[in-house]
């Protein structure tokens, strides 16, 4: 209070602020899934088209998911995709199949059902995600009705560049997401999946706030002599702009997000009745039991039993239809890595901070990986020394199961952003330190002001040296700070308004390769 307010005799109390302005980390760990949803709308609000933040898998299901009837009816479907049984002349020489009396049926996907988005979300909770932004740009598209060829990748003519184009331009206004995922673009034709990644490697480096995780065309099914293409093609697609603000991972991972209960008959033939007694009930091998199951599906008794329960007659009825079951439940769960990996990463901060690489661990929730990667397989991956363009691979090791291995960026060829924690390190100094400098706009630019900064931002990166985010002996080793006038300004930028801070850090960067070195010691007599 002024002394021109006080009026009265009496005792007065001037309350100064005792703590000085200070830096509030940002989060770290915030992605954004930009994709396709059972639905979007909540209380009559569309949520189409928007980004909107989740804490939760159960917020994500009351908006985005279809509502559940009242039990005993059976859960409703959340991703139904449909599956073809297609008879070959041969033992199929890649994709899933099954022999059923002394033929061979390759197991294909209706392409037009394969979606990836809602198991990328559960995944990335079983992981340790806390909070996410979600943005659907639709809901599921028709089915085509058909099986995919044999051999080709998977195109899902739902799936609409503009429309994930036009989702990641939603984020342009959001500053919180630290991670960008399209686990769908792998869906897109190898042309448009090429354009996306560079859209979002190109929005990531101007906005400098985010990393983009990206999956790759052919990691769900690759072939154990070709798979090297699958990369190749990746690396040639990416163009060069925004590689440190990328991050890819190979191959997609078996998951058991979806059970036993998820799949049945529905899912085969597009639910064609017919065409599924063909194959489990022929004539030339007619089963009573399998029969009576599916003519009570065909037409209901007055008191009708719920689906799930009409599929588990039928898998104990037949011991070929419970292996197609097994068969298809096995690649509905093979899913792209990228949302897990994003679960990864906050378990990771959460655990031991953003400075440590999200490498050398394993992803909960990931049963299988659809090939193995040897040591002369991994070095191809994480270094190209052409390209510079790294990929970690997700390997199975004996004994130790299935590991994230390896936390490089794209930019692999460069000394200063080759690593993700450095990148991700980097990114969450930087804007922590912009967003709590906000505070000094406008206010008198000269000393009192710069050693107010330098004390505030000096403060905040002796926090991150204790928690060993920073390397060095003593806070001096680790970092500095400079401000002030015919250091870091001068007096045509006082003239200009422009106040510039410079500060240097020692990033703590992962050990990569571990060299041992062995001499052979002569003995020694006594």
């Known amino acids: 209070m002024s002394d021109s307010n006080k009026q009265a005799s009496d005792v007065y109390i001037d309350e100064k602020n005792a703590f000085p302005n200070s830096v509030v980390p940002v989060a770290t760990a915030v992605p954004a899934f930009i994709g396709y949803t059972p639905k979007a709308e909540y209380g009559g609000e569309s949520y189409t088209n928007v980004a909107y933040k989740i804490t939760s898998m159960a917020e994500f299901e009351a908006i985005y998911c279809f509502p559940n009837p009242t039990p005993p009816a059976d859960p409703v479907k959340q ?3 449909q599956y073809y049984l297609v008879a070959q002349r041969e033992r199929p020489s890649q994709g899933k199949y099954i022999k059923i009396r002394n033929s061979f049926y390759s197991i294909l996907p209706d392409p037009n059902t394969i979606y ?5 979300v559960r995944l990335f909770f079983e992981n340790g995600g806390a909070g996410a932004y979600i943005v659907s740009v639709g809901g599921y598209g028709l089915p085509s009705k058909k099986p995919v060829e044999q051999s080709a990748q998977i195109v899902n003519d739902n ?6 184009k036009t989702g990641l331009e ?3 206004k959001q500053r919180e997401p630290t991670m960008y995922i399209c686990p769908e673009a792998t869906l897109l034709s190898p042309q448009e ?13 101007e906005m400098e706030t985010s990393l983009a995780i990206f999956d790759i065309i052919g990691g769900r099914d690759p072939d154990p002599l070709t798979w090297y293409r699958d990369i190749q093609n990746f690396r040639n697609s990416t163009g060069v702009r925004g590689l440190k603000y990328g991050v890819c991972y190979y191959p997609f991972v078996g998951t058991n997000m979806m059970g036993p209960s998820d799949i049945d008959y529905r899912n085969l033939f597009g639910g064609n009745i017919k065409s599924l007694s063909a194959l489990i009930n022929p004539p030339d091998a007619p089963n009573s ?6 003519d009570m599906i065909e037409k209901p008794p007055v008191d009708p039993m719920t689906p799930r329960q009409y599929n588990a007659l039928l898998e104990t009825a037949s011991k070929a239809y419970a292996l197609i079951m097994k068969y298809i439940l096995a690649d509905v769960n093979l899913i792209p890595p990228s949302g897990g990996m994003a679960g990864v990463y906050a378990n990771n901060d959460d655990t031991y901070g953003v400075w440590q690489a999200p490498e050398n661990t394993s992803m909960y929730g990931v049963v299988s990986v659809p090939i193995l990667f040897s040591d002369s397989d991994q070095a191809g991956l994480s270094v190209d020394a052409v390209s510079g363009k790294s990929i970690n691979s997700i390997r199975f090791f004996p004994g130790q199961g299935i590991l994230v291995w390896g936390a490089r960026t794209l930019d692999g060829n460069s000394m200063d952003w080759r690593y993700v924690s450095v990148r991700r390190t980097m990114t969450f100094l930087e804007q922590s330190v912009k967003l709590a400098a906000r505070a000094y706009i406008f206010e008198l630019n000269d000393s009192n002001t710069w050693s107010a900064v330098k004390s505030m931002i000096g403060s905040f990166l002796t926090s991150v040296w204790k928690q060993g985010g920073l ?7 680790a970092f500095s700070v400079d401000i002030g006038l015919g250091s870091t ?17 020692a990033v703590v960067r992962p050990a990569e390769f571990i060299v041992f070195t062995f001499e052979q010691q002569m003995a020694k007599s006594d």
């Open 289 to 294: 039991a399998v029969k009576k199951v599916l």
């Open 170 to 172: 939603l984020l342009i």
């Open 79 to 81: 991703y139904d995709p």
């Open 471 to 477: 390397q060095g002996k003593s806070p001096a080793d």
């Open 193 to 205: 999946n090429a354009i996306l990644t560079q859209v979002m490697l190109l929005q990531t480096e």
């Open 489 to 505: 300004m001068s007096p045509e930028d006082l003239l200009n308004g422009f106040m510039r801070v410079t500060v240097k850090v």
């Open 159 to 164: 799936v609409s560049l503009n429309d994930l």
């Open 116 to 120: 990836y988005l809602y198991n990328s």
